[in-house]
């Protein structure tokens, strides 16, 4: 209960860029003093700062996928296209949330055979029924509506039972010192569980995400296989990956 009040808070200041202890109170239907609590821990772990009478957003929020698939949006298309090329006939992967992954779901090849896609993402689910070479399986549980993605505790429950050749990830933060982050908890959760079945990571990601950190931690980045983004990432960010990624591939 409460750490889904903590992300509703999260959600509300990332929207109004703050927000104070009353508008939050009233807006949840809890006490001041309850929301005090909650902002108190939430400065604890450094994911709100404090200010007089209410509190402001740090690190990255959360947006809709609507809005996040425009940003970026040719080199996510490069990204997809190469990701794509990597499966294989008679594959098992796990596709995960989101606006690259889903540019991954919009260049399979037509051509596959025996492919098995499990997925969180509804978005993903649909746009995958046009390929009659796939078994599409989605995970279950409840809707996220910012990404149209599904969460504990039923999505957890499947990923249990299946062993997955490739997990394609994405994330809304990568670092070599934090590793593959998130902006949400729960998709975090699902994210990690998807990573534990898998047999490799591949993380997909846009230039914007390399060397940020986002709130929710899902791995280190030395479990990462591979890592495929932008020419434009900061060439630290990927030198200092590099010593920890065997393949990364910009494009």
Do not use: W
């Not at 009353?22 to 939430?42: A, F, M, N, W």
């Not at 889903?102 to 978005?123: K, Y």
């Not at 989605?138 to 599904?150: A, W, Y």
């Amino acid at each position: 209960m409460q750490k889904d009040r903590q992300e509703d808070i999260l959600s509300l200041l990332g929207a109004r860029d703050g927000a104070s202890v009353g508008e939050l109170s009233k807006l949840l239907g809890v006490s001041e003093v309850t929301i005090r609590s909650d902002l108190s821990g939430l400065a604890q772990a450094g994911l709100v700062r404090r200010t007089r009478g209410g509190a402001r957003p740090l690190g990255l929020s959360e947006r809709p996928l609507e809005e996040t698939s425009k940003q970026h949006a040719a080199v996510k298309r490069r990204i997809g296209a190469a990701a794509a090329a990597r499966v294989r006939d008679g594959q098992t992967i796990f596709l995960d949330v989101g606006s690259t992954t889903t540019e991954i779901a919009r260049h399979l090849s037509p051509s596959l055979r025996g492919v098995t896609v499990v997925t969180s993402g509804l978005n993903i689910a649909l746009e995958l029924e046009r390929l009659p070479g796939l078994h599409i399986v989605v995970t279950g549980g409840s809707l996220r509506r910012l990404q149209h993605s599904l969460v504990a505790p039923y999505a957890l429950e499947l990923l249990s039972r299946i062993r997955a050749d490739t997990l394609f990830l994405g994330c809304n933060g990568l670092d070599a010192r934090h590793g593959v982050t998130n902006a949400n908890f729960d998709e975090a959760e699902v994210k990690a569980k998807m990573a534990e079945y898998a047999r490799e990571v591949v993380v997909v990601a846009d230039p914007s995400k390399i060397g940020q950190v986002a709130r929710a931690h899902i791995l280190p980045a030395a479990r990462v296989a591979a890592l495929m983004t932008g020419r434009q990432a900061n060439p630290e960010q990927l030198q200092a990956l590099s010593a920890l990624i065997p393949d990364i591939l910009t494009v």
